[in-house]
């Protein structure tokens, strides 16, 4: 088979491999698209005009440039999945150059089935199972054609091969719910394996949160288990922050240590939950506040601030139930009670001094935080999504100059206030509200929902929610964003006023992609097991036999089909088909006919060698020529003609 | 030994597996006169090089969504195992119940290619691809072709014709491995097909004889053409022209003009001329007068022991002289 391949052949399977290496382009560096675009180009022109293909030492000097070339792009690390899939991607393009006959089609051909893989490391996301079939039925197309001396037509060997592929679909599906799944990772991950950074970070400046507007993102997924808490109450909590440097807010100091959670005093009714994270390589669990620390996951900690997290990074999506008290106090007293009133100094000097005078009116601590809450309200202070740019007095500019921000603008500027007046202050950051899929029965919260809010401590009661943003904005809390934002915002796309189709539209793929995420993406060992174990295969060896039994079983019936398919076509005519069943006989007696033997011939010439059947088989011979060539079709004697041959013995 | 066969099974398992079915196979295949139906059990299929090639592959794909735990990984891979699961059965079916059947072998010589022709017959409504018929060991070389849905296809299985005489097809294979090459599907068979060899004629230079006994004319008389050289009985396909009429109506049957030309062509190629050398020399000269007093378009008979062949000419009087030259004594040789 080492011949060389057609033109279109080649061009085909340069057709193809773009389509394959296509959505890799947006991650790889721009040099290396360019130059596997131009070795694609310049291999479909070369073979068209029939150029050389290019010598030993410049197929070598490219494949060491373009290996320097992922190593620089990469900063040296070649095992990363980045680094890994560029260069699969450009060793890919570069065999091109070296590329002559049908085996090095078949290299090509698996190499493009590995980077097809290497996709899914990236996203697996619904439309990447289109993505996925086409690619897999495109190849093997290629494949078949390469399989073939000439070229043959695209209908066809896509047709083949979309026949083969769908064939494969039982096989597949069997596979993936039978096949035995065990708990990776095998070997450990790459530093920068799964998804890209999203969501909330581990800092708040001013405008970090309105950013985050602008995505319409999923960030997690909330089924309730009995009583849904109202939209006011529904704070989701992340991270907590204490320490400002004059314009940021960041995590100082956190008292992580398993079972030293916060000293709460739950209240209330418990809601139970279950979440669906979506990955945002972070650590950040999101909980209703407050969480009750006996309900956690295994993996995770609850953090003397409330803050959940888990032991590692959330680079996969994941599901955890969790209970919260929506009513509790947090009367722990601050194990570090100055680190909540440190303000950097040489910061927002007028707000300092607004926060002393207003201090000596209102003694009382929750009066003092009263007071500024009213200030909000009453004053023209503004929520938008698109406050003016601050200086280095950020909180100042704010307070007394633009009087416009966003959530982390006014739970900002709260804190300064209340630790400025001596009050124990923080700034939490995590979702609120969430809007519920109607289809699927869940709330999904989105990046859109980030919030920030700030907790003030206050003798007797210790930790108390405050939201500023409450204050200006009511409908933010009681309602959502879009309530909360003007229309003339210039809002973005996904938060514009919905029609009932567009949400039905948006629920229902929404609830797509819910279920696609929790029935196949999260179908892991524990799953598996969950599933399985209904119908009793609980174990490995069982699950291993059903699975053999099932594959060999389907695989049967299909060649069974394929048999059938290539048995030779049934005769259409009855009297030739029963003609067909005497010769056969005769033939296993071992007299077949001659290839130029009519039936007459043929039977005297058996009935000389044989002549007991002599009578016989002439009678066979008169009704077979009678039914064949009778011209009226109805009085043939096929059914005669059918018994005597079948009566027709030989031994 | 035993060790050596380990190596083997570790190092061509393909080739290792291959050879022994082949083996048992081979010792099983009967000569038949055709047509040959393939069926099923008659099938043999195996991996390819590529198809152990993506099997490792597979391996490398499945450790890798285990690894990652990735759910379209495992999708890709559990699909790309049961495309190579149906391609085996598409590989299969492509090759079931055709028919072999024996076409024509033309006679060649010896030392010149012998080409089998052999008819794969498809009773079936679906069309076969990329078959391809060969020799043992020569599976590199064939040239896949395709027999359409109850079609026919005519393909070639060349064989070196070593000497003169009959050239016995041996067992041969049909194979494919259509559609997608990771397997290799194919099946054992001997027809009852021979090709006549036709001993490799001298080299050129070799005069005819002045062929021994009658007939014998020296070159001198050729300046004579139009002489007259006697009446011999009409034959059919002689020329009006020579038509002796004066005696038509004293004889009562026509009669023809002999000139001495027509007379010298008969010529005697013999056997007893070539006393000098050994049998097969003397075959080949015999072959190569038989082809020159065949372009010279003269006639000519052959005398060989214990056969005897009257002058005459065309293809069928050639074939019969160098037939009988390839067979001559076909057993002792």
């Known amino acids: 088979m080492n011949e060389y391949l057609p033109l279109v052949s080649l061009w085909r399977l340069l057709a193809v491999l773009a389509l394959v290496i296509s959505p890799h382009v947006l991650r790889l560096p721009v040099w290396e698209t360019a130059l596997i675009a131009a070795v694609i180009g310049w291999r479909a022109l070369a073979a068209y005009k029939q150029w050389r293909l290019p010598p030993v030492w410049l197929k070598l000097g490219l494949t060491a440039l373009a290996f320097i070339g992922v190593l620089w792009s990469y900063q040296g690390r070649i095992s990363g999945q980045n680094a890994g899939t560029a260069l699969l991607c450009v060793m890919a393009a570069l065999k091109l150059l070296e590329f002559r006959d049908r085996r090095d089609v078949m290299v ?146 956190a008292t992580l240590v398993p079972g030293y959670g916060p000293e709460v005093d739950l209240r209330g009714r418990p809601v139970r939950y279950e979440i669906t994270l979506e990955p945002n390589r972070a650590r950040w669990l999101f909980a209703l506040d407050m969480p009750d620390e006996s309900s956690i996951p295994e993996d995770a900690i609850l953090g003397r601030e409330g803050q959940l997290l888990a032991r590692k990074l959330v680079r996969e999506r994941r599901r955890y139930t969790l209970t919260s008290f929506t009513d509790y106090r947090m009367a722990q007293t601050p194990q570090h009670p100055r680190r909540y009133l440190r303000l950097p100094d040489g910061f927002n000097p007028r707000t300092l001094d607004f926060a002393q005078r207003l201090r000596d009116q209102y003694p009382q601590d929750l009066d003092y935080a009263r007071a500024i809450l009213r200030i909000f309200r009453e004053q023209p202070y503004v929520y938008t999504l698109q406050p003016p740019a601050l200086g280095r007095h950020s909180v100042d500019e704010f307070l007394f100059d633009t009087r416009r921000g966003f959530c982390e603008h006014y739970s900002s500027a709260f804190a300064v206030l209340m630790r400025a007046a001596g009050v124990p202050s923080r700034v939490v950051t995590g979702y ?48 959502s964003i879009e309530a909360a934002l003007s229309e003339l915002e210039g809002l973005p796309g996904h938060l514009s006023a919905r029609t009932r189709l567009r949400y039905y539209l948006e629920a229902r793929w929404d609830l797509i992609n819910a279920q696609w995420n929790g029935l196949v993406l999260a179908y892991g060992p524990e799953l598996q097991q969950q599933f399985l174990s209904r119908f009793g295969l609980d ?113 | 030994m035993r060790f050596w066969l380990i190596f083997k099974i570790l190092l061509h398992p393909l080739r290792w597996a291959q050879d022994r079915i082949d083996a048992w196979v081979m010792a099983r295949v009967k000569r038949q006169p055709g047509p040959i139906a393939i069926t099923r059990n008659r099938v043999y299929i195996l991996p390819t090089r590529f198809g152990y090639f993506f099997a490792l592959m597979l ?53 010149e290619t012998a080409h089998f022709e052999l008819r794969i017959d498809n009773p079936s409504p679906t069309p076969r691809y990329s078959l391809a018929a060969s020799w043992p060991k020569l599976e590199e070389h064939a040239v896949p072709g395709d027999v359409a849905a109850r079609g026919s296809g005519l393909f070639m299985l060349s064989l070196p014709a070593g000497h003169r005489g009959w050239l016995e097809g041996r067992v041969f294979s049909v194979s494919t491995e259509y559609p997608l090459g990771l397997f290799h599907a194919w099946t054992w068979a001997e027809l009852d097909m021979r090709c006549l060899v036709f001993p490799k004629p001298a080299a050129h230079g070799g005069e005819p004889p002045a062929a021994g006994g009658h007939g014998g004319l020296a070159s001198s008389d050729r300046s004579g053409q139009d002489e007259f050289a006697g009446l011999r009985s009409y034959r059919r396909g002689d020329t009006p022209r020579s038509i002796h009429w004066k005696s038509l109506p004293k004889l009562q049957h026509p009669m023809v003009k002999q000139f001495a030309e027509t007379l010298e062509q008969d010529l005697w190629l013999d056997w007893s001329a070539l006393a000098a050398l050994e049998v097969e020399a003397r075959l080949s000269q015999l072959t190569r007068w038989v082809l020159d007093a065949e372009a010279a378009r003269r006639n000519y008979g052959l005398r060989l022991p214990g056969t005897l062949i009257p002058p005459g000419r065309g293809d069928a009087h050639r074939f019969a002289c160098l037939k009988a030259l390839a067979l001559y004594d076909a057993d002792a040789g």
């Open chain 1, 108 to 253: 090509v051909v698996f190499l493009m089935y590995f980077m097809l893989m290497t996709h899914f490391l990236f996203s697996q996301e619904l439309w990447t199972v289109a993505y996925l079939i086409v690619c897999v039925v495109a190849t093997t197309a290629v494949l078949v054609e390469c399989q073939h001396r000439g070229a043959l037509a695209p209908r066809f060997t896509l047709r083949k091969g979309g026949a083969i592929a769908l064939q494969a679909l039982p096989l597949m599906l069997l596979l993936f719910i039978l096949f035995p799944r065990i708990p990776g990772p095998l070997w450990g991950l790459p530093a920068d394996a799964g998804a890209a950074r999203s969501g909330l970070s581990d800092r708040m400046a001013p405008g970090d949160i309105s950013s985050l507007i602008e995505s319409d993102e999923t960030a997690f997924r909330v089924t309730f288990d009995g009583a849904v808490p109202p939209p006011a109450a529904r704070y989701w909590r992340g991270p907590v922050f204490d320490n400002f440097d004059g314009r940021a807010w960041e995590e100082g100091f």
């Open chain 1, 432 to 479: 609120q509200g969430g809007q519920l899929n109607e289809f699927g029965g869940y709330y999904v919260v989105r990046q859109s929902d980030a919030h920030a809010w700030v907790e003030i401590w206050v003798a007797p009661d210790g930790w108390i929610r405050i939201d500023p943003t409450a204050a200006v904005a009511p409908e933010r809390i009681e309602q």
């Open chain 1, 539 to 651: 174990d490995m060896r069982r699950m291993i036999l059903t699975l053999t039994i099932a594959i060999t079983g389907t695989l049967a019936l299909l060649g069974l089909m394929l048999l059938r398919k290539a048995a030779p076509a049934r005769t259409e005519d009855a009297a030739l088909r029963e003609w067909h069943r005497l010769a056969r006989k005769l033939t296993r007696a071992g007299l077949p006919p001659r290839p130029a033997e009519g039936p007459q011939d043929y039977v005297e010439r058996v009935a000389a060698a044989r002549p007991s059947w002599a009578a016989a088989l002439r009678h066979i011979a008169g009704l077979y020529l009678h039914s064949r060539y009778q011209l009226d079709p109805e009085t043939a004697p096929l059914r005669e003609l059918a018994h005597a041959v079948r009566s027709f013995r030989t031994s």
């Open chain 2, 59 to 111: 391996l490398v794909m499945l450790l890798g969504a285990m690894n990652y735990s990735n759910s379209m990984a495992f999708l890709l891979t559990f699909l790309l195992a049961g495309i190579a699961l149906v391609c085996m059965h598409h590989t299969h079916a492509n090759l079931v119940s055709v028919q072999l059947r024996a076409g024509n072998c033309e006679p060649v010589f010896a030392g």
